[in-house]
C-alpha cells in the first residue's frame, strides 16, 4: 500500500489531516441521525441543558443545539474554502506574473499589495460586509473575506517565482523554445505545488478567522448556523451570565479542533516544502 | 567572404544597479568582436578568470541579454530582432551547454522532457518515433545506453550522466554552433575525457563550432584551435592555441601561462618580482597569425 | 535617516489615508446602488411612526453636508475635505451625538487595553519564548509548550469567553465585563482607578495569554538559532555568568525581530482587541462597532473604520521611525 509509505513518512501532516476530519465525519454522522430541521429557532423546548434527547441542549429560542451544530460545521469550513481558494487563486496569478515577468508590473503591483496589507484588514471588511443591503449569505462573506486575503500569498508566490527563475533549467527552457506562459506553468508551478498547499491551508486558516470575527461583530449570515453564528447569539443573549454553558462551548472546542488541525497540516506540509535537499550525487 | 554563422561586434554591456537613479554600474564586456564561419568550423577557446566577462559574452551570443551596445549577427540577422521562424531556427542553430549538471534539469520531471522539448518546439522531428531515434542515436554517440537513462529523474543519475545528456541534447538538435561554459568543470575527473571527446568530435565530425569557456588553459590547449583571452571586460590577445600559449604576448597572458603548474618537480613555481608590481592593465595585443 | 526617506514614508502614509477614506466612500457605493445612509434613515423614519422634526433635521443636515445632488467628483472631494478636518459627521441613533466624540469616548478605554496588552504579551512572551529556547532553562519550562501552542490557536476572544466562563461565572473573582461597576459612585479618582482596572484584568489576560502563545513559540524559534552564533560562545567562553550571557546577548537580541513582528501584526492585535472588547461589553471601540453595526448607524461605523486605520497606519509610521534608531544597522540613506 503505498498510501501507508506516505503516512510514515509525514506524520504530521497526516494527523493534522485526521483531526481536520473529525468534526466533518461528526457533522456527517450526525446529519444521518438526527433532522437538521431542529436547528430553526422554535423547534425544541428552549433552555435546556444537554440531555439524551438533545445532546447539546437548546438554546434561548428553542434551537437544537446539536442540529444547529452539525448543520453549521460544514458550513463555516466551506466559508473557509472558498475564500481561501479565491484568495490564493489571485495571489497564484498575481505572484507568478510579478515574480516571473518583474519590471515596472511588478514594482506597482508590489506597492499596492504592500500598502494594502497594513490596513486592518477586518476595517475594510466590515465596510463592505454593511453595504451589502439584505443579509448577507455565506458566499457573500467569502468574497469580502478573499478581497483582503490575496496578499499574503501574492508576497510568498512572488518569493518563491522569484528564487525558482534564477536556477538554470529555466534558462534552459527558454532556449529551448517555450514561452513565458509555459514556463510559468509546466516549468515553475509543479516544482511549487507543496509551497502552494502550504499557502492554500494558511489562506484557509485566516479565512476561517475572519469569518468568525465578522460574525461576532454582527455581519454574518443571520439565518445559518455557522460556528461564528452560533457564538453570536449566545453572547448577544448573554449565555454566559445564564449559565448555557452548553450554547457557547461547542462552537469554540470544534473552532479549536479545526484550526489546530489546520495549524498541523501547515506544519506538516512545510516540512514537504523544505525537505533536506539531497545533493547531487557525484 | 564565407558566410558567417554567428558574428558579434564591438559588443558592450554594462551592468547598473539602483531602482530610479543609477546607484553602481560594472563594465562587463568591452568592445568585444568575434565570428564564427561557416565552412570553417573550429574549436574556440574564451578563457579568463571569474568575472572577466566570458560568461556575459556567451549569454549575449545565445541571446538571453541584450548587450549595451554592438551588434549580434547570426547568419546575417540581427538576433534581437528575429521573426518567429528565424527565431526558432537561431534558437536550434546555436546550441548550448552549461556548467552545472544539476540545476539544469527541471527535478520535477524525468530527464526525457529536456530531449523531447527541443525537438518538438523546433519541429525537427515530425512523429514520436522519429523524436525516439534521434534522441537514442544522440544518446549512444555520447557514451550513454538509452535504457539505462531514459525514463529516469535527475537525481538518479550522476553528474557525469547528466552532463552528457545536456551534449546529447545539443547534439541531436544538429545545430551549427555549441556553446559550452565550464562543461567539465562540475564533473569527475574520469569522465572530462569522454565529454572533451564529444566536444572534439563535434568539429571533426559533425563540422560544428564550439566555443568553449574556460579558465583552464590545459584542457583549452587539448582541444582548440584557438584563442581568445579575456580580463576584466576587454579582449587582451587572441590567437592560434599554440602561439599564444607557448609565445604570450600580454602581460595578463604570460601571467595566466605561467600559473599552469608543471609536472617537474624540479622546476619552481615562479616567484615574483615585488619590485616588479604587475601591472595588467595593458592594451590588448589583438589577433596573433 | 535622510530627509528623502522621511518624505517618501509620510507621502505613503497620506496615501494610505486617502484610501482609507475613498474605502469608506466608494464601496458603499458601488456594493450597492442605492445610498445605504437615505435607506437607513427611512427605516428609522418608518420606526418612529412619525416623520418627525428631527428626522427631518437629520435629513436636511445630511443632504446639505455631503450635497448628495451634486456630481460624485465633488462628493468625493468634500468626504476627503471632510475626512482630513476629522469632521466624521453625527450619528444616527445618537443624534445629534457627534461621532467623532462617540469615537474619542471609546478610544481611551481600547488604547489602554491594547497597550498594556501588548506590552505584557511582549515582556512575557519575550522572556518566556527565550526561556524555552535556552539550553540551560529548567526541564519543567517544556511542558508549557504544549498549551501554549493549543493558546496560538485560539482566537482572542473565544479564550475570552472561557476566562469569563471561569472566573467570572464559577469563580466570581472578576466582574463580567463592562469598564467599571455601573452605579457605583466614586470619591475620588484613585479607587475609580482601581476599579477600571480591576475590569480590565479579564479582558487584558486574555489577549495576553493569546498572543502570548504565538510570541513565546516564534522567541523560542528566534533563541534557538541565535544560540549557535560565535558571539555567544565567545561570551561564555569568557566567563560571563550564565544569567548575563542570556540577559544581555541572547535575550536582547530577540527584541529587535520581536518589534519587527509586532509592526507587521498590528492589524491582526487590533482586531482581536475589538473582539475581545465585544464579548466582555468593555467599552471601547470594539463594542461601539458592534453595537453601530446591529443599528446600522453608518456613519459611526465608517467613522470607526476610518479611525481604526488611522490609528494603525500612524503606528506604523512611527515604528518605521523609530526602527533605524534602535537597529543600528539599518539606515534609510539613500
Known sequence: ?282 | ?289 | MSLNFILKRLIIFIFIIAIASSVNFFIPKVVSDVDPVSIRMMEIANQGGVYDESMQAVAAEYFKQFGLDQPLWKQYLRHLVDTFTFDLGVSFTYYPSSVLGMIMDALPWTFGLLIVSTLFSFLIGGVLGALLGWPYAPRSMRFTVPPLFIFSAIPYYMLGLLLIYIFAYIFKIFPTGGGYTIGEVFNFGFSRMINIMYHAILPGISIVIAELGIRSLVTRGMILSLYGEDYIKLAEAKGLPANRVFIWYGLRNTLLPQFTILALHLGHVASGALLVEIIFGYPGLGALLRDSVTAFDYPVIYGIVFVLILGIAMATLVLDFIYPKIDPRISYED
Not at chain 1, 39 to 68: C, I, K, M, T, Y
Not at chain 2, 188 to 200: G, V
Open chain 1, 1 to 282: 500500500m503505498k498510501i501507508k509509505k506516505y503516512i510514515y513518512k509525514y506524520p504530521i501532516l497526516f494527523a493534522g489531516i485526521m483531526v481536520l476530519v473529525t468534526p466533518l465525519l461528526f457533522s456527517a454522522i450526525g446529519m444521518i441521525i438526527i433532522d437538521t430541521s431542529t436547528a430553526e429557532p422554535l423547534s425544541v423546548q428552549s433552555r435546556s441543558a444537554p440531555s439524551l434527547d438533545l445532546p447539546f441542549g437548546s438554546d434561548l429560542h428553542g434551537r437544537n443545539l446539536f442540529a444547529a451544530i452539525v448543520k453549521g460545521i460544514p458550513m463555516t469550513l466551506y466559508v473557509g474554502f472558498l475564500a481561501g481558494s479565491i484568495g490564493l487563486g489571485i495571489g497564484v496569478v498575481l505572484g507568478f506574473l510579478t515574480g516571473y515577468i518583474g519590471g515596472r508590473f511588478d514594482t506597482i503591483i508590489r506597492i499596492v499589495t504592500d500598502s494594502l496589507m497594513t490596513i486592518p484588514s477586518i476595517a475594510v471588511m466590515v465596510v463592505l460586509a454593511i453595504s451589502i443591503e439584505e443579509n448577507i449569505t455565506l458566499n457573500q462573506m467569502a468574497l469580502v473575506i478573499s478581497s483582503l486575503s490575496w496578499m499574503g500569498p501574492t508576497r510568498v508566490i512572488r518569493a518563491q517565482v522569484l528564487t525558482l527563475k534564477e536556477r538554470p533549467f529555466i534558462e534552459v527552457c527558454r532556449l529551448s523554445g517555450m514561452n513565458t506562459f509555459e514556463i510559468i506553468f509546466q516549468e515553475i508551478l509543479p516544482n511549487m505545488l507543496p509551497f502552494l498547499a502550504a499557502s492554500f491551508t494558511g489562506a484557509v486558516t485566516g479565512s476561517i478567522l475572519a469569518s468568525v470575527g465578522l460574525e461576532a461583530i454582527g455581519l454574518g449570515p443571520m439565518s445559518e448556523p455557522t460556528m461564528g453564528m452560533t457564538l453570536y447569539w449566545a453572547i448577544t443573549f448573554s449565555a454566559l451570565i445564564a449559565g448555557m454553558w452548553w450554547w457557547w462551548l461547542p462552537p469554540i472546542i470544534i473552532i479549536v479542533i479545526i484550526f489546530c488541525g489546520l495549524y498541523l497540516i501547515a506544519a506538516g506540509l512545510d516540512k514537504i516544502a523544505n525537505p533536506r535537499l539531497e545533493g547531487p550525487q557525484a
Open chain 2, 1 to 289: 567572404m564565407s558566410k558567417q554563422i554567428l558574428e558579434g561586434k564591438n559588443l558592450i554591456k554594462i551592468f547598473t544597479s539602483g531602482l530610479f537613479v543609477k546607484k553602481s554600474s560594472t563594465l562587463a564586456v568591452n568592445n568585444i568582436s568575434l565570428n564564427i564561419d561557416e565552412d570553417k568550423p573550429i574549436i574556440r577557446a574564451i578563457a579568463g578568470e571569474s568575472g572577466s566577462g566570458k560568461t556575459t559574452l556567451a549569454r549575449m551570443l545565445l541571446g538571453l541579454i541584450k548587450p549595451t551596445s554592438g551588434e549580434i549577427k547570426f547568419e546575417g540577422n540581427d538576433i534581437f530582432n528575429l521573426n518567429q521562424n528565424q527565431k526558432l531556427d537561431f534558437r536550434r542553430r546555436v546550441q548550448t551547454i552549461f556548467q552545472d549538471p544539476f540545476g539544469v534539469f527541471n527535478p520535477f520531471y524525468k530527464i526525457d522532457r529536456v530531449l523531447n522539448m527541443p525537438l518538438k518546439k523546433f519541429k525537427v522531428t515530425s512523429n514520436k518515433t522519429e523524436t525516439q531515434d534521434r534522441i537514442e542515436f544522440a544518446l549512444n554517440s555520447v557514451g550513454l545506453r538509452p535504457d539505462e537513462t531514459l525514463g529516469r529523474f535527475p537525481h538518479e543519475l550522476s553528474g557525469g550522466q547528466r552532463q552528457r545528456i545536456m551534449v546529447a541534447r545539443a547534439l541531436s538538435l544538429e545545430p551549427k554552433v555549441i556553446i559550452a561554459d565550464e562543461p567539465v568543470s562540475m564533473v569527475d575527473a574520469s569522465l572530462r575525457a569522454t565529454i572533451l571527446e564529444s566536444i572534439y568530435n563535434f568539429k571533426n565530425n559533425q563540422k560544428i563550432s564550439v566555443l568553449y569557456i574556460t579558465h583552464d588553459l590545459t584542457t583549452a590547449h587539448q582541444l582548440c584551435d584557438d584563442i581568445m583571452i579575456l580580463y576584466k571586460g576587454n579582449m587582451v590577445e587572441a590567437g592560434p592555441i599554440d602561439s599564444v600559449v607557448r609565445k604570450p604576448a600580454h602581460v595578463y597572458t604570460k601571467h595566466l601561462v605561467g600559473s599552469i603548474p608543471f609536472p617537474d618537480p624540479k622546476m619552481k613555481w615562479k616567484k615574483y618580482n615585488e619590485s616588479e608590481k604587475l601591472n595588467l592593465d595593458k592594451p590588448s595585443v589583438g589577433w596573433r597569425k
